[in-house]
């Protein structure tokens, strides 16, 4: 079966972090760029970071930029996301997807649209505490 499954999410305070992990099953991750995506209740789903298919490059956007970090282990068929120093506004579910994409990840994040990712997670959840 051919999927993406994140995992990882869950409580945690302010100050805090979490690791992210998407796990893909029936193809192979390393032909494929990867974005995260967060979508808050009653707001935009937005891409958080982009890691490109060929050389690891990587993007933030600005709301995440220092805190968190995007890698890849093309032998564990995988992407993490490490999220430190967690803010409440970083509450949402959180979601990877893959994409064949040879331009750069900062591309990829800001213009393409989530639909447009070939495979796509379920989400989890992430909620930080005050």
């Known amino acids: 079966q051919v999927q993406l499954v994140e995992s990882g999410g869950g409580l945690v305070q302010a100050g805090g972090s979490l690791r992210l992990s998407c796990a893909a099953s029936?193809?192979?991750?390393?032909?494929?760029?990867i974005g995260w995506f967060r979508q808050a209740p009653g707001k935009e789903r937005e891409g958080v970071s982009c890691i490109s298919s060929s050389d690891g490059s990587t993007y933030y956007s600005d709301s995440v930029k220092g805190r968190f970090t995007i890698s890849r282990d093309n032998a564990e068929n995988a992407v993490y996301l490490q999220m430190n120093s967690l803010k409440p506004e970083d509450t949402a579910v959180y979601y990877c997807a893959a994409r064949r994409w040879w331009y750069s990840p900062q591309a990829l994040c800001v213009s393409s649209r989530y639909d447009s990712y070939q495979y796509r997670g379920q989400g989890t959840q992430v909620t930080v505490s005050s």
């Open positions: 029936g193809f192979s991750l390393s032909n494929y760029a």
